[in-house]
């Protein structure tokens, strides 16, 4: 009996170190998580200093709940879009730690400009294609002259007693893509402009043929970019990083480690994409209340306003680069981003617009298109002879101030299907 007593207590006794065993490793794994939880919550939404202004999206939720005005929604999701783009910038480059410079490079492209495809869509979606063709267009303008504008004038400033020079070969190659969309942009208008004024755009055979013609030209321009991309990531990636930048990159990846792991990038990155959509969503809807209570003409919040908002992120990084005299890194994000939005966001509206049945064409009337042939070609003046200094900062950011100026008085309403311009309204 007292044999089975003491096997009895000794079977008692393991299982109780067995219990605790398993409740000490219970409480090491919820302290862990909660530790993981703390990091990430502490790089994602403290790691920057636009967390200021992330109570502004509870804020735009809580006013289209209880049916605010329209101008405040608006004002409220425009501030909470800042520090989003920027944060999906970050998470990309944490999600990049683990797949590689390839993907990675991939991933950057894709959602660099989230911000501009998801209010672009949302524009779709809600048929306002002269919202989507101005902010589209603003995008565009803003990378070229504002950013590299803003990136040229801090970089020589700050090394004004160096001569600035970066690799002419990345800005060719980004200068003949942004040609192409121009060509592609302006043969719409022209096609329209040719059969003179007797012909306007009640005519349905030169709308459809017009439509047809941005549909064709579009599929052109994406596989333009698809073979821009096979062309920067995989057969020529010399012509975007020079030995330098390599020599560092490759000190600074064996340094650096990624902040948050792989799953938690990807969940706070589709958790900031869905915000971002919704915040979108608000903007698009209440863009016109915006603009009538503020007195501002449409086309000014959608190409200035939007676009500055939603390159934040790009913009401070090209600075930064170009006060390190880095100007090969401050060229590529910003003609990037403008090549990214002119050949692949662009046609894949005109397409998604195809497939849901909405005319979204590429005739953004002689106004806006010849805004930005006269960017490309004060871009290509720029870059021409591959050094800077802070005189071509400053001729860019006043051309972009006088685009700007332009369109703030530039208040024809947009509600008149047909007006000369040809820009088609929702």
């Not at 299982?15 to 990430?40: G, H, P, S």
């Not at 004038?153 to 990345?170: P, S, Y």
Request: aromatic residues 10%; charged residues 15%; glycine residues 8%.
């Amino acid at each position: 009996m007292g044999s089975l007593r003491d096997l009895e207590n000794n079977v008692g006794e393991e299982l109780e170190r067995k219990n605790d065993e398993e409740i000490i490793m219970k409480k090491k794994k919820n302290a862990q998580i909660f530790r993981i939880l703390l990091v990430n919550f502490q790089e994602v939404i403290l790691g920057t200093k636009l967390c200021l202004l992330l109570p502004a999206i509870p804020l735009a939720i809580l006013a289209q709940y209880y049916h605010f005005a329209r101008p405040w929604i608006f004002a409220f999701s425009l501030l909470g879009l800042a520090p989003l783009a920027e944060r999906v910038s970050f998470l990309t480059e944490q999600i990049a730690h683990f797949t590689g410079p390839t993907v990675g490079g991939l991933l950057n492209a894709t959602c660099g400009n989230a911000t501009e495809m998801i209010i672009g869509l949302f524009a779709l979606y809600q048929r306002k294609i002269h919202v989507l063709k101005y902010s589209l267009l603003g995008s565009i303008l803003s990378n070229l002259l504002l950013v590299l504008g803003s990136s040229l004038f801090c970089g020589g400033l700050a090394n004004i007693k160096k001569e600035q020079r970066f690799d002419r070969k990345q800005a060719d190659v980004n200068s003949l893509l942004l040609l192409l969309g121009l060509l592609c942009h302006m043969l719409p208008l022209m096609y329209r402009l040719a059969l003179g004024p007797s012909i306007n755009n009640i005519n349905n055979n030169v709308a459809t043929s017009i439509l047809g013609l941005s549909r064709v030209s579009s599929i052109g321009m994406l596989i333009a970019y698809a073979a821009y991309l096979f062309f920067q990531l995989k057969t020529h990636r010399q012509f975007f990083e020079s030995p330098e930048e390599e020599e560092e990159e490759n000190k600074v990846s064996e340094d650096e480690e990624a902040v948050i792991g792989f799953w938690s990038s990807f969940a706070w990155l589709i958790g900031m994409t869905i915000t971002i959509a919704l915040l979108s969503e608000y903007v698009v809807g209440t863009i016109e209340a915006a603009s009538d209570s503020w007195g501002i003409s449409v086309s000014f919040i959608s190409l200035i306003v939007l676009p500055i908002v939603g390159n934040a992120a790009e913009h401070a990084g090209s600075i930064i680069f170009a006060l390190k005299n880095k100007l090969d890194i401050s060229l590529g994000v910003a003609l990037g981003s403008a090549s990214q939005i002119s050949m692949f966001v662009v046609p894949l509206c005109v397409i998604m617009g195809w497939i849901i049945g909405v005319d979204m064409d590429l005739d953004f009337s002689i106004l806006e298109t010849g805004s930005l042939a006269f960017s490309i070609i004060l871009i290509a003046f720029t870059l021409q002879d591959g050094t800077s200094h802070y005189m071509k900062g400053v001729i860019l950011c006043l051309a972009y101030c006088a685009i700007g100026a332009c369109f703030f008085f530039h208040k024809i309403p947009i509600n008149i299907e047909n007006y000369s311009y040809g820009i088609m309204s929702a």
